[in-house]
C-alpha cells in the first residue's frame, strides 16, 4: 500500500470515529426535541420504534410550562447573574493575576498557593459557608446572592497569572520610564494584551452560570428570584413526572445559549482553545 493509499485511508478511519461520535452527541439532543412535541403516554412508551410524536406535534407542552413557570423573569434572571458574573471575574481576576504574576509583595507564594488548594477542593465545600453568609446579610432571594460565589475566581487568578508573566518585562520597564504607575502600567499597557484570557474567562464563566443548578436552588427559592437551571430542576416530580413538558423547558432553557453561540461561534472556540480547557 502506497503512502497517499495510507493517508486516505487513516483520513477515512479518523472521520468514520468522528462522525459516529458526532451522531452519538447529537442523539440526545434529537430526542429531548422530539419528546418535547409527544404526549405523556407517548414517552414513556417502551416501544423502542415509538420514535416520533404520532396525532400531531403537541405545542402546548410548551404553553403550559410558560404559563406555571414565568419563563421571562426566568430568562432575565439568568441573563442578569451571567453579565453580573462575568463582569465580577474579569474584574477579580484580572488585577488578583497581575499582582500575583508581575508584583512583588510579602506572602505572595502563600497566597497564591492558598488560590490553588481552593482550585483543588470540591465548589460544594464552599456552600454552607457561603449560604450562611448570604443568610446573616439578610439577602436570601435577591440577585447578589446568586452572584455571590462568582465574584471571585480561582481558576481565573491562575489563568490570568499565567497570562501576565507570558508577556515580556520589557513593556512594564518601557512604561515605567515614560512615568507610568502601577495602576496605569496595568489598564492601559498589560491588561490589553490578555485579550484572549478575557475571552477564555468569559466564555467559562457564563457558562457555568447559566447552568449552575445547587446554588440558585439553596438561595432563591422563590419562582421570581430563580434562574432557569433551578426552575427546571423543580418539574421534576417527587412521584412522577411529566417528560414532555420537562424537555419543552429544557428546550426553551437551551435556545438563548444556543443563539449566542450561533453568534460568536469564533470567539467561543478561540477562547476555549487559548485556555487549553475542556469544558
Known sequence: MGYQAKRRLNATIIHTVLIIGSIAMLVPFVWMVLTAFKTKSQAISVDPFYIFPSGGWHWENFSEVWNSYNFFTLYVNTLIVMILRVICAVLTATMAGYAFGRLKFPGKSILFSIVLIQMMVPSQIFIIPQYLMISKMHLLNTK????????????????????????????????????????????????????????????????????????????????????????LAKLQGQFGSNYPQIMAGALMAILPMLILYLIFQKQFVEGIASSGTKL
Open 144 to 231: 447578589f446572592a446568586l452572584l455571590f460565589p462568582g465574584i471571585v475566581t480561582a481558576f481565573g487568578t491562575y489563568l490570568f497569572k499565567q497570562s501576565f508573566q507570558s508577556l515580556p518585562k520589557e513593556l512594564e520597564e518601557a512604561a515605567e520610564i515614560d512615568g507610568c504607575n502601577v495602576g496605569q502600567r496595568f489598564l492601559f499597557i498589560m491588561m490589553p494584551l490578555t485579550r484572549s484570557a478575557i475571552v477564555s474567562l468569559g466564555i467559562f464563566t457564563a457558562l457555568f452560570a447559566y447552568k449552575d443548578m445547587m446554588w440558585p436552588m439553596i438561595v432563591a427559592n422563590k419562582p421570581a428570584a430563580t434562574t432557569l437551571s433551578a426552575a
